[in-house]
Nanobody, 120 residues
């Protein structure tokens, strides 16, 4: 059974930091690109950061570049999102996503999300 379980969300003041974790099970974690998405109330879900399965290259949304860092630990089947210098506009539900393309078939899994609230 595939599971992606996010943790680490919460309430933080502007300028603060949080570290999100996503523990994966039920699939070959090392073969999947891992991504963090977020969705704020009334807005569409957006890609925040991604890390590949091969060379661990990373990409970030312009709005978080320089403040957020995505990383992965294949030994622990876990992906992380270190969020620094948080702003109120970072408030959203953050979702972990795993994806790969194999023989022309797309495999994708989602976590249940964790709430991040940035407020004074």
């Amino acid at each position: 059974q595939v599971q992606l379980v996010e943790s680490g969300g919460g309430l933080v003041q502007p300028g603060g930091s949080l570290r999100l974790s996503c523990a994966a099970s039920g699939f070959t974690f090392s073969s999947y690109a891992m991504r963090w998405y977020r969705q704020a109330p009334g807005k569409e879900r957006e890609l925040v950061a991604e890390i590949t399965s091969g060379d661990y290259s990373t990409n970030y949304a312009v709005s978080v570049k320089g403040r957020f860092t995505i990383s992965r630990d294949n030994a622990k089947n876990t992906v992380y999102l270190q969020m620094n210098s948080l702003k109120p506009e970072d408030t959203a539900v953050y979702y972990c996503n795993a994806g790969r393309l194999r023989s022309g078939i797309a495999f994708t899994y989602w976590g249940q999300g964790t709430q991040v609230t940035v407020s004074s």
